[in-house]
């Protein structure tokens, strides 16, 4: 049930986070194009979604969100770097983004890849700048080498590589889930469970937390690709039907778009099955899962 909760924390949380990406940006001793870049893209809009899931997680511990903060910047970053990267002729050779003009379209490709190589580092030590009171070395340490894996060749860049790997191919649903498990889920499932590290929870909460975030990934990108064949250019901001001028294979296009809904409907189920297994205060969790559901961009 909808509590009305979401959209007040998200207002807050989403203008926190902004002013904390730009001024960590702005601070950095970097040539100034570079740092433009990095903001350019931080600043392009979107939907926070993952740092909103790590926010929303801390709150069903009865934690103060904003000791996130740090950790939530770097899980964006990340995200922003892949999204610049994603965009480059070598990649999906996209010329918007989000309705504006890609990174490499305004700042060129050179220093496009560059800003996102400069997003991905920093965001090791923007997460390390968590307070130690609240995140001790070892939470620290455990938080580094989840985001490393979420991120890297066992995660995203491995999701990425498959997704490449699969254009002009007719995949599997397997393979297409490996795909999305690791180029979107794991990075998702690790704005989550970064929450659950912070709040150093039993292993009962971090494993039902944990598959909550993987059938929400599932979710998330299913809906993305029924937005790929049906959404609105204006409100997505990126050209309709993407996936198919780039021959890469879809939930619609395996399942048919009634299937693919159906799909959906599934792993929204199973998102809240293991999200009521935590014993948390999730109606901010359970209305980001409505979120996901419901998105037209």
Aim: aromatic share 6%; hydrophobic share 40%.
């Amino acid at each position: 049930m909808k509590t009305g909760l979401l959209d007040a924390f998200r207002k807050e949380y989403q203008q926190l986070l902004d002013r904390e990406l730009r001024a960590l940006v702005e601070k950095m001793d970097a040539p100034s194009v570079l740092k433009n870049s990095m903001i350019y893209s931080l600043e392009a809009g979107g939907k926070r979604i993952r740092p909103l899931l790590l926010f929303a997680t801390l709150d069903a511990f009865g934690i103060d969100p904003k000791q996130g903060i740090p950790a939530a910047a770097a899980i964006e970053m990340i995200h922003t770097y892949s999204l610049i990267h994603d965009d480059l002729p070598s990649m999906d050779n996209d010329d918007l983004r989000r309705g504006k003009p890609t990174n490499h379209k305004v700042f060129g490709d050179a220093i496009a890849t560059l800003a996102g190589d400069a997003l991905l580092t920093y965001s090791f030590e923007v997460i390390n700048m968590l307070s130690v009171d609240f995140a001790p070395p070892a939470v620290k340490m455990s938080l580094i080498v989840e985001m490393a894996k979420a991120a890297g060749a066992e995660g995203m860049v491995g999701g990425q590589v498959a997704d490449m790997e699969g254009e002009n191919k007719v995949l599997s649903l397997e393979e297409l889930e490996y795909i999305h498990i690791h180029k979107t889920g794991k990075l998702l499932k690790f704005s989550v469970v970064s929450g659950a590290i912070m709040a150093q929870a039993n292993e009962n909460s971090l494993q039902n937390l944990s598959a909550f975030a993987h059938h929400l990934g599932l979710a998330f990108q299913i809906q993305d690709d029924i937005l790929d064949l049906v959404g609105n250019q204006q409100i997505i901001g990126k050209p309709v039907g993407s996936d198919t001028v780039n021959h890469k294979s879809t939930y619609p296009q395996l399942l048919s778009l009634e299937g693919a809904r159906d799909a959906l409907q599934n792993q929204i189920k199973l998102s809240k099955e293991y999200l009521k297994k935590t014993d948390l205060n999730t109606n901010l969790l359970d209305e980001i899962t409505d979120l996901v559901a419901s998105r037209d961009h």
